[in-house]
């Protein structure tokens, strides 16, 4: 609870401040597109953050959304593969290559930033020779397939829970018994902390690294599947284009250090929907234009990261 | 000349120094002794400005002295020369006297100087070779003359030695010694820090002994006896801190056979040690007695040998095997220090009380509990990050976490190493129990008074290979000594 109250307060914040100066952000249409992209942008987020908190990087995030997002459809409509085959195979390939960012990592040794900035080169280059640098998406059809994404649970008339975000809860709650739960969370907050001490205490830290690079791969897949199902069109040349940064923000935001052993599943998720709403609050804004997004984005998660080592420096010197 | 009053201070949840003084004559010789943790450290740090102090004052011949900074404190002639040597090992002997300050010439540096100075500090020190020559080729102990020869050349008044033997051969500290005299008679001062009692006795003219952050007594030239030193070290007879009991060794507990390791595989290491024996590992540092215990553990595995008939790969190997290891740096290798005292004690043994992958948080709650007690653990509460645990109670985390798992095998780094004198007297209480309840103890230890105390033998280790074996009643310091720099 300590670890997200800073962010929680500047979500309530940004929120009771976007109503007020924007009378549509309550509007039922625009609260469920908030629910929706928190709950895409979110999934990744979470997947990274298990990186992070091993004291890794993952840069590889929106090249493998690419992969998925244009290789789903690809397969689907291109090679008349069933959908279901198509997601099993994506799957399968997102394993593959978490397993080999973690390879490279714990056996030859090579710093995760070199390991998966190569990985961000290869996939989406990759993604865009195999589909010929083509749009690909389902056209008009397999809207059951999109419900996936597009579906939701009514509550109202106007208003229901996007799927995305019911997923996202399943997910956030998978990963919170993960954490919390298993030695296996624990273990991986040990080895951030301290990899050789937690080596030494006889924990396979090898595996447990590699372990979070074939989450963090995993749930970029998964996410890739839900943009693509939900926009139906994805260009290889720009499809998922920073959203490793995305992930990455959200969860620095939501309290996950860099330096490896510390974050929280709810803290990443309001990170992530701090950053939708500060999207929204931007549109609200006229002499502030949506192409400034990143100004904005990158100025907050500047204080946010001032603001907390500022808190953190001070508590060490209370105790 | 130089004198230091009232000099305080403070760490978190610690006083490293409560309102110490000292005083140094010139051209007098005075050593600073004391246990780890004891403060002597923290003075020499702060008169020579790589620490400030909270409160007190510094002065030299009266004058207040701005030691603010390690720049400062050399340009006031107050030099430090670190037990781990500052110099820059690929660059030549001149090179490095001068680094940082070179003569030069409108930027250009003014090598003729350089050589013709270098040559007159080199001198001083007894040093007859030729300044060009790469510091990588010169003996440890020739490189502390370097460093000396640089103090020089600052123009230094005073200059503190830090644990300047703890990797010389018993040659290089006989030139050593040679040289302090020297400097005595240019009217040099010298402060002088060891924990080589025998040595501090040859060397001072005068003794300070610290505990626990105060001084406790000063001792003259002929007061200075090796039992003198010790009682005000520790503050009683230090029969009472080592206490050992007789009682029956077992079988064989740990085997070591044909082990080479990294660090020297030329020489393979056999040793044995049997249930309910206590056994020192003895030498100067560098003489490969942690990289023994690593690769034992498996935590750098060796490159060929047999633990317990196996080749140790990893630590969790070593681990099933009955072993366990508390390593010398326990911020580092033993302890996580953000995960709790609780997380912590649980960390080896988590696996084997999970129920699935799931925590099992009662049995880690209980686990802790019971540590806490048994080891006397002093924690505001299991909650505690173990960062903020004072280092004997941190080292005694460390032993909690490997006690869950029952171990026949301990094997210990430096296990008292800046721990205060309590801590210490617990840690030795828990060593001897341990072994009376038949667990085979293995450790390593530079304080030969701690290795004749606990130890029921000594092996004594030199360049990587084992050079001796004493039984309890041949341990003597210069047996021990003999066997650690022979050559």
């Known amino acids: 609870m300590k670890q997200i109250f800073g962010i929680l307060i500047t979500l309530i914040v940004l929120y009771i401040f976007t109503t007020v100066i924007g009378e549509s952000f309550l509007s039922p249409f625009n609260q469920e597109q908030i629910l929706k992209r928190t709950a895409l942008y979110g999934l990744l987020a979470i997947g990274v953050s298990f990186v992070i908190i091993t004291g890794g990087i993952d840069l590889s995030i929106g090249s493998v959304v690419c992969l998925v997002g244009c290789g789903i459809p690809w397969l689907v409509m291109k090679h008349g593969w069933s959908p279901a085959a198509a997601v099993t195979a994506a799957f399968l390939v997102a394993i593959m290559i978490g397993l080999l960012h973690g390879f490279l990592i714990t056996k030859v040794k090579l710093q995760p930033f070199v390991v998966t900035l190569c990985g961000l080169l290869i996939y989406r280059g990759a993604t865009r020779g195999f589909a010929e640098d083509q749009t690909q998406g389902f056209g008009s059809g397999y809207l059951e397939f999109r419900k996936l994404a597009t579906g939701k649970l009514q509550i109202t008339d106007q208003f229901g829970i996007p799927m995305p975000f019911l997923l996202l809860v399943v997910v956030g709650v998978f990963a919170w018994l993960l954490l919390n739960k298993t030695i296996w969370g624990r273990y991986l907050f040990a080895l951030g902390n301290n990899e050789e001490a937690a080596r030494l205490s006889g924990i396979n830290t090898d595996r447990m690294v590699t372990l979070s690079y074939v989450i963090c791969s995993v749930l970029a897949a998964l996410g890739g599947l839900l943009f693509v199902l939900d926009g139906n069109s994805a260009q290889p040349g720009a499809f998922g284009n920073f959203y490793e940064l995305y992930a990455i923000a959200a969860a620095v935001l939501g309290g996950c250090s860099l330096r490896g052993g510390s974050g929280t599943v709810l803290g990443v998720i309001i990170g992530a929907a701090v950053m939708q709403v500060l999207k929204n609050m931007i549109n609200l804004i006229d002499w502030l234009k949506s192409h400034m997004e990143f100004l904005v984005v990158g100025v907050v998660l500047l204080v946010a990261v001032v603001a907390d080592e500022l808190v953190k420096r001070r508590v060490r010197r209370v105790k | ?487």
């Not at chain 2, 006031?76 to 300050?101: D, M, P, Y």
């Not at chain 2, 020192?280 to 540092?285: K, M, N, S, W, Y």
Request: with cysteine; hydrophobic share 40%.
């Open chain 2, 1 to 487: 000349m130089l004198s230091a009053r009232g000099v305080t201070k403070r760490f978190p949840g610690v006083v490293a120094l409560k309102g110490v003084d000292l005083k140094v004559a010139r051209g007098e010789v005075v050593s600073l002794i004391g246990e780890n943790g004891a403060g002597k450290s923290t003075l020499m740090k702060i008169l020579a400005g790589v620490q400030k102090p909270d409160e007190g004052e510094i002065t030299m011949d009266g004058r207040r002295l701005d030691v603010s900074s390690v720049a400062a404190a050399q340009a006031e002639g107050v030099s430090l020369i670190h037990q781990e040597l500052n110099l820059a090992e690929n660059l030549s002997v001149a090179a490095n006297l001068f680094l940082g300050r070179e003569p030069n010439r409108f930027g250009f540096m003014d090598q003729k100087t350089i050589r013709l100075e270098a040559r007159k500090y080199l001198t001083k020190v007894g040093l007859e070779i030729d300044p060009e020559t790469p510091l990588s080729q010169l003996s440890l102990g020739k490189q502390q003359l370097v460093e000396i020869a640089k103090a020089l050349s600052t123009r230094a008044k005073v200059i503190i030695m830090d644990e300047p033997t703890s990797s010389l051969s018993h040659g290089e500290v006989e030139t050593l010694f040679e040289v302090v005299r020297d400097l005595k008679e240019q009217g040099v001062s010298v402060i002088y820090v060891s924990h080589r009692l025998a040595e501090v006795m040859t060397v001072s003219d005068r003794v300070v002994v610290f505990r626990d952050g105060e001084k406790v007594g000063e001792l003259g030239v002929g007061e200075a006896t090796h039992e003198a030193m010790v009682r005000l070290m520790v503050g009683r007879d230090v029969s009472q801190l080592y206490q050992r009991t007789e009682h029956e060794l077992g079988e064989p507990a740990l085997s070591v056979k044909g082990l080479r390791t990294e660090a020297n595989p030329d020489h393979e290491i056999n040793l044995q040690v049997r249930a309910g024996e206590v056994v020192g590992i003895a030498g100067l540092v560098g003489a490969g007695r942690s990289e023994m215990l690593e690769a034992i553990f498996g935590m750098t595995p060796p490159l060929a040998g047999k633990v317990q008939g196996v080749l140790p790969k990893s630590p969790r190997e070593a681990m099933s095997l009955g072993l366990a290891f508390v390593p010398e740096d326990r911020k580092k290798k033993g302890l996580i220090l953000d995960l709790t005292v609780e997380e912590n004690t649980s960390l080896a043994s988590l696996k084997m009380d999970a129920r699935g992958p799931f925590l099992n948080r009662e049995k880690e709650k209980r686990l802790c509990r019971e540590m806490t007690k048994a080891l006397a653990i002093k924690t505001p509460g299991p909650w505690q990050k173990a960062r903020f645990l004072s280092g004997g109670n941190q080292q005694k985390i460390v032993l909690a976490k490997w006690l869950a798992l029952s171990p026949t095998v301990l094997l210990l780094d430096e296990p008292t190493r800046g721990v205060d004198i309590g801590s210490k007297e617990e840690i030795y209480q828990l060593m001897e129990k341990f072994a009376s309840e038949g667990m085979a103890v293995l450790f390593v230890s530079s304080e030969l008074d701690e290795i004749m105390g606990m130890a029921d033998r000594v092996l004594v280790m030199r360049e990587g290979r084992l050079t001796g074996e004493l039984g309890r009643s041949d341990f003597s310091e210069e047996a021990i000594m003999n066997l650690a720099t022979q050559s």
